[in-house]
């Protein structure tokens, strides 16, 4: 596609919910990240997948969260039984080869609210 | 660690006016830096990336920044502000030190506000 491309763009869920957040990486592109902005914390890296590498899951914040990218393509983060701490914008990129220096292109986020 | 501080969470200018963004980092190796806009409800935008060579860096826009390595600075400056540069600009350093990820460490982002 012509950019990153993240849905829904907006979700609600109750508390204790799970919800999937999905992000299609631009046509080609090998590395994808996820990472979460939030009032409290700035921009935090999430976690990082290189083509059919082991992921690095290193910023993730609880085991309530994994990520899966099937086919070196689209990407889903999910959510287990969500809490309130979790309302933020997620926001995925991918870049063509990964790498330091390399440009990531950003999606335009996921506006998760947890009530 | 790396990490990277901006100073002044907001930044309030007059069109026409200059725009200076400050950004210092810390880093332990050489470090690539970056610079991102975000527009209210979009993602994030690359407006400039410094690795090697000149430290002058010329972005889109118009903006432009400067790596300076003895004040560990690389703060972003535009000669005339425009409306449309209303937005949240954030400074970055990739991540040096735990495999070359490309994952990037942000500062706290300034927004910066632009008065007719």
């Known amino acids: 596609g012509a950019g990153v491309s993240q849905s829904p763009s907006n979700k609600v869920t109750e508390k204790g919910k799970d919800v999937e957040l999905r992000c299609d990486p631009i046509?080609?592109?090998?590395?994808l990240y996820w990472y979460r902005q939030s009032l409290g914390q700035g921009l935090e890296f999430l976690i990082y997948?290189?083509?059919?590498?082991?992921?690095?899951k290193s910023g993730l914040p609880s085991d309530r969260f994994s990520a899966e990218r099937t086919g070196g393509s689209v990407s889903t983060l999910t959510i287990q039984r969500t809490q309130q701490e979790d309302s933020a914008v997620y926001l995925c990129?991918?870049?063509?080869?990964?790498?330091?220096?390399?440009?990531?292109?950003f999606g335009q986020g996921t506006r998760l609210t947890v009530v | 660690a790396q990490s990277v501080t901006q100073l002044g969470s907001h930044v309030s200018v007059s069109e026409g006016a200059l725009v200076l963004l400050r950004c210092n980092y810390s880093?332990?190796?050489?470090?690539?830096l970056f610079w991102y806009v975000q527009y209210p409800n979009q993602g994030l935008q690359l407006l400039l990336k410094?690795?090697?060579?000149?430290?002058l860096v010329k972005g889109i826009n118009g903006f432009e920044a400067e790596f300076k390595k003895s004040e560990t600075s690389f703060h972003l400056t535009k000669p005339s502000a425009h409306m449309s540069d209303a937005a949240e600009y954030f400074c970055?350093?990739?991540?040096?030190?735990?495999?070359?990820?490309?994952?990037?460490?942000f500062g706290q982002g300034t927004t910066l506000q632009v008065k007719p």
């Open positions: 990129a991918s870049s063509l080869l990964g790498g330091r220096g390399t440009e990531a292109f």
């Open positions: 880093s332990s190796v050489p470090p690539y």
């Open positions: 410094y690795t090697t060579g000149a430290t």
């Open positions: 970055a350093v990739s991540e040096a030190f735990s495999g070359n990820t490309g994952k990037l460490i």
């Open positions: 046509s080609g592109h090998t590395a």
């Open positions: 997948f290189q083509g059919n590498s082991a992921p690095d």
